[in-house]
């Protein structure tokens, strides 16, 4: 509805007040002059038998409270100081999120470990508010430490000058088989990233019933980049998260691998079809702040692997996944076995082949972050905390200052049945 149109004043626009108007602000201004007046007159006896204010009673040593009435301004977020961060840098590990519980928790030979080792994507969403709202802050890992020459010549890597929001805590936030395995697929995950026509990441799927779903919001990577997106001040320096990846059933949902038994052109042909099709991925991905670690690339158990199979392991990701994804310096253990045994003493020489590939940050999983940086080698072993199922039923405490396992607990998961209990019941 329109407003009606202002009252014409006279035949000018400047307004004129009428007689008797002018009268009563004449009035106004006197009775004002005459009121400041008398203010200053009785002023002396007011302040008189004012209380001392806090600031004037020495006796208590609690800081003043109230000062001047005036309003302290308002930082903007621009103004907040940055300043170099001495305290642990806290690692958290994920594994993809699982897109359809139903299809996950349905009592099948996958059940135990997807509850173990996975979220649901509701409880990684919920995850990731509660971080924000604890005034966490995504770094990259890769800035954490870096590799300096020591006197003698030596490079050995060192803690870096990691400048942070004086509010926030940095947090590295880390991926692991970011793969989309046939058995994830299969079992209520997500099929592969893609990019959408918007340009920006998105992943692709089945759903229950069979269609075909491209979403935001049933995938960590795709999950964790619209946070991102929507939260600026999440990320420091626009870093996401790192994705670890094996290499045997390709990277990123696309059959890269190259296999042993078949040898046929045409599986050559399209295997060469979803290398193209996963660069521009990669690229946006990378453009984006996600960075990318190795995670062996059958997933292998290096506790227990000799010299000459884990090269000849590592010397296939290099030959089939760090062409797609660039080098990288970090590595993560699949299952929580660390290269040579323990890998914080002298090392091994599994983990000093790794090193002479150019493997600088190497990470294995524990109960709090921790990182010790060697002495003989240029090399950090790092330990992250895993944010699963495990975690979420039985160490409510230990997470506590990320996030309240009871807020965040979806209630698709199993319980009662089938042994799976929670500590907290
Ligand atoms: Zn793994």
Redesign the pocket.
Same mark, same amino acid.
């Given at each position: 509805m329109a407003a009606p149109p202002p009252k014409k004043q006279g035949t000018t626009n400047t307004y004129r007040p009428p007689k008797n108007t002018r009268a009563i602000v004449l009035r106004c201004a006197l009775a004002a002059v005459v009121g400041t007046l008398l203010f200053f007159l009785v002023r002396p006896f007011f302040i008189d038998i004012a209380p001392p204010r806090p600031s004037e009673t020495p006796e208590t040593s609690a800081p003043a409270e109230t000062e001047e009435p005036s309003e302290p301004p308002t930082p903007t977020p621009e103004e907040v100081p940055i300043v170099r961060y001495g305290g642990v840098v806290e690692q958290l590990f994920f594994?993809q999120v699982i897109a359809y519980p139903a299809l996950a928790f349905d009592g099948d030979k996958y059940e135990a470990d997807f509850d173990r080792y996975k979220l649901t994507a509701d409880e990684f969403k919920r995850i990731l508010q509660s971080l924000y709202d604890n005034n966490y802050i995504l770094v990259n890992m890769n800035d954490v430490w870096a590799e300096e020459r020591n006197p003698a010549g030596e490079y050995r890597m060192v803690r870096a000058a990691l400048m942070v929001p004086k509010d926030k805590k940095p947090v590295v936030l880390s991926f !692991? !088989?970011i793969n989309y395995y046939d058995s994830e697929r299969a079992n209520g995950l997500m099929q592969k990233l893609i990019i959408g026509r918007d340009g920006e990441i998105w992943s692709y799927g089945k759903g229950p019933d069979g269609n075909d779903v491209v979403t935001q919001d049933l995938d960590a990577i795709a999950i964790l980049d619209k946070f991102c997106r929507e939260h600026p001040d999440f990320s420091l320096n626009g870093a996401r998260g790192c994705i670890?990846l @094996?290499g045997y059933q390709g990277v990123l949902g696309y059959r890269t691998n190259t296999s042993t038994t078949d040898l046929s052109p045409e599986f050559e042909e399209a295997r060469q079809k979803e290398i193209a099709a996963v660069r521009p991925v990669i690229t946006k991905l990378k453009a984006e702040g996600w960075y990318f670690a190795c995670?062996t690339y059958a997933?292998s158990a290096l506790s227990k692997t000799k010299l000459e199979a884990a090269s000849a392991d590592l010397d296939r990701w290099m030959r089939e996944v760090a062409p797609l994804t660039g080098s990288t310096q970090i590595v @993560?253990y699949?299952?929580y076995n660390r290269l040579d045994g323990k890998d914080t003493g002298t090392p091994g020489e599994c983990f000093l082949y790794y090193q002479s590939q150019g493997f600088r940050i190497f990470c294995a999983d524990g109960k709090e972050a921790f990182s010790k940086l060697k002495e003989s080698v240029s090399a950090v072993t790092v330990d992250r905390m895993l944010c699963g199922g495990l975690t979420l039923r039985n160490q409510r405490e230990r997470y506590s200052r990320f996030y309240d396992a009871k807020e965040i607990w979806d209630d698709t998961r199993p319980l009662g049945v089938r042994g799976f209990t929670r500590a907290w019941e």
């Open positions: 594994n !692991d !088989d670890s @094996t995670h997933h @993560t699949p299952m």
